[in-house]
């Protein structure tokens, strides 16, 4: 059997930074407490937890002269502000390329233009964007896009793990609604690279494994990605999960992750999939 992994499956940069920022942190201060996930991954969580990090629900929750550290996702404005207030040491572990997209949102709200952000309702990241101005419109899917009015003047981002499909098909609606229509590709280049690499990849194989938390938006937009290329996808969170069912009769497996899914998940359910392999194998001969 022939396992390929994607290039670039797992961590992003910014995902990256910010876990290894957290670790720093816990070392450095002993305890650092952070107000939710640093990343949608619960594996990494855990880990963190046992390093010395804690999720707390409110900056009231945090001890004096303890520090908070701001997740990868972004952070709305009003916990700037709070903390600030407070006098609470940050540390800062916003994704550069989410940053962007806070000064893009802000720049075109100054000169007068409607902010749309194309990304899914609730998500901590959309949540932070939105937090910038006042009074933006979050579309998530093409229907919503065509419950709009109309409007004269717009200005559209998206949240940096969207799908191009998923925002090309909005923007297309948005072009029958909006007279000036200005257009903001803010899907981070980690995400693009990493859908082109499995949209390659689940073609060319025969089963196609995702790695990555079922809370984790870009996971499943890695899944969907797979799933209607290759009807032999399977997302899953870690080794356990792999079904050695799925591999019947299979000689190309592919397996991409999830840009929150550590290097040692993907080692593992690869070790898992080579183990599959070599008894099937022995099985046969």
């Given amino acids: ?82 903390v600030n207030a407070k006098g609470i040491r940050v540390i800062d572990a916003t994704c550069p390329l989410v940053r962007e997209i806070h000064d893009e949102v802000r720049k075109i709200s100054s000169n007068g233009r409607q902010v749309i952000i194309i990304g899914d309702h609730g998500h901590d990241e959309v949540i932070g964007i939105a937090s910038q101005i ?38 297309n609606i948005l072009m029958t609604k909006v007279f000036d229509l200005h257009f903001v590709n803010t899907i981070c280049f980690p995400t693009k690279r990493n859908h082109e690499q499995i949209k390659q990849l689940a073609t060319e194989s025969d089963v196609m494994i995702v790695i990555g938390s079922f809370t984790s938006a870009n996971s499943k937009r890695l899944t969907q990605l797979a799933l209607e290329r290759n009807p032999r996808s399977y997302q899953v969170t870690c080794g356990t999960d792999v079904d050695e069912k799925w591999f019947v009769e299979a000689d190309k497996v592919g397996i991409s992750a999830g840009a929150s899914t550590p290097d040692y998940l993907i080692e593992e359910v690869k070790s898992r999939i080579e183990a599959i392999a070599t008894a099937s194998h022995a099985q046969v001969t």
């Fill in 1 to 82: 059997m022939e396992i390929t992994v994607a290039r670039d499956a797992g961590y992003c940069f910014g995902v990256r930074d910010a876990v290894n920022m957290a670790y720093e942190a816990a070392q450095t201060y002993g305890t650092v407490y952070m107000l939710g996930d640093i990343v949608h991954n619960e594996q990494v969580v855990q880990d963190l937890a046992a390093a010395g990090t804690i999720v707390v629900n409110s900056i009231d929750d945090i001890p004096d002269g303890a520090p908070v550290l701001f997740r990868a996702h972004g952070t709305p404005v009003e916990l700037w502000e709070q």
């Fill in 134 to 171: 006042a009074n933006p419109i979050i579309i998530a899917t093409p229907d919503e896009a065509r419950e709009l009015r109309k409007m004269k003047r717009a200005a559209v981002v998206s949240q940096s793990t969207q799908m191009i499909e998923n925002v090309q098909a909005i923007i």
